[in-house]
């Protein structure tokens, strides 16, 4: 059973930081963050693959970074220059399987609450 443990959400203030940490119970060949806000669909952040490509979403880019640490199968999003449109509820996905034109993510952290206050 694999497992995903999310930790490092929590409040800040408009233009600060925060890092979010994803540690799997085993290796994953991608991983990615996506975020969701209430009632709206869950959308993706960032992602990265075993071999380090990564892909931002527009909203994004420039101010987080994704990285992972592959001997430790933990995957981090430092979250630089935060807005208010950041605020959200932040889900670590994590894949084996490419099914031919995206990967499969079908293991899922538990959420992380995201903030950003004025």
């Known amino acids: 059973q694999v497992q995903l443990v999310e930790s490092g959400g929590g409040l800040v203030q408009v233009g600060g930081s925060l890092r979010l940490s994803c540690a799997a119970s085993?290796?994953?060949?991608?991983m990615a963050w996506y975020r969701q806000v209430l009632g709206k669909q869950r959308e993706l952040v960032a992602s990265?693959?075993?071999?380090?490509?990564?892909i931002y979403a527009d909203s994004v880019r420039g101010r987080f970074t994704i990285s992972r640490d592959s001997a430790k199968n933990t995957m981090y999003l430092q979250m630089n220059s935060l807005k208010l449109e950041d605020t959200a509820v932040y889900y670590c996905?994590?894949?084996?399987?490419?099914?031919?034109?995206?990967?499969?993510?079908?293991?899922w952290g538990q959420g992380s609450q995201v903030t950003v206050s004025s």
């Open positions: 996905g994590a894949s084996r399987f490419w099914d031919g034109s995206r990967w499969d993510y079908r293991y």
């Open positions: 085993g290796s994953m060949n991608a």
């Open positions: 990265i693959t075993s071999g380090g490509n990564t």
